[in-house]
């Protein structure tokens, strides 16, 4: 059973910067894929950046290339989203998950991840 805890939300002004963190416990294969996802207020869930943990590849929604940054510590079993150059409209609860099928990973749709974490706030303002 794989648990996911995010941590490292919070306030920031556009144009600043948050890191995000998400602890996994449980087994997390290399043949994994996992992923941040965000949700805001009256929207659906949409997914930001995923990683094939056992190969490093990253994708990325085209609304944060260039911007945020998805990353991995296996030896921690952490990963992290970095995130600069905040916008207004990047306001939402970030939550990370996983599946169990790196294969894949350039799909983010939500439904295909079967463990999330709690979910983490983050609030740009302009």
């Known amino acids: 059973q794989v648990q996911l805890v995010e941590s490292g939300g919070g306030s920031v002004q556009a144009g600043g910067s948050l890191r995000l963190s998400c602890a996994a416990s449980?087994?997390?294969?290399?043949?994994?894929?996992m992923g941040w996802f965000r949700q805001a207020p009256g929207k659906e869930r949409e997914g930001v950046a995923t990683i094939y943990t056992g190969l490093g590849v990253t994708y990325y929604a085209d609304s944060v290339k260039g911007r945020f940054t998805i990353s991995q510590d296996n030896a921690k079993s952490t990963l992290y989203l970095q995130m600069n150059s905040l916008k207004p409209e990047d306001t939402a609860m970030y939550s990370c998950a996983a599946k169990p099928n790196g294969a894949s990973c350039h799909n983010m749709r939500p439904a295909d991840f079967g463990y999330w974490g709690q979910g983490t706030q983050v609030t740009v303002s302009s």
């Open positions: 449980g087994y997390i294969y290399s043949s994994y894929c």
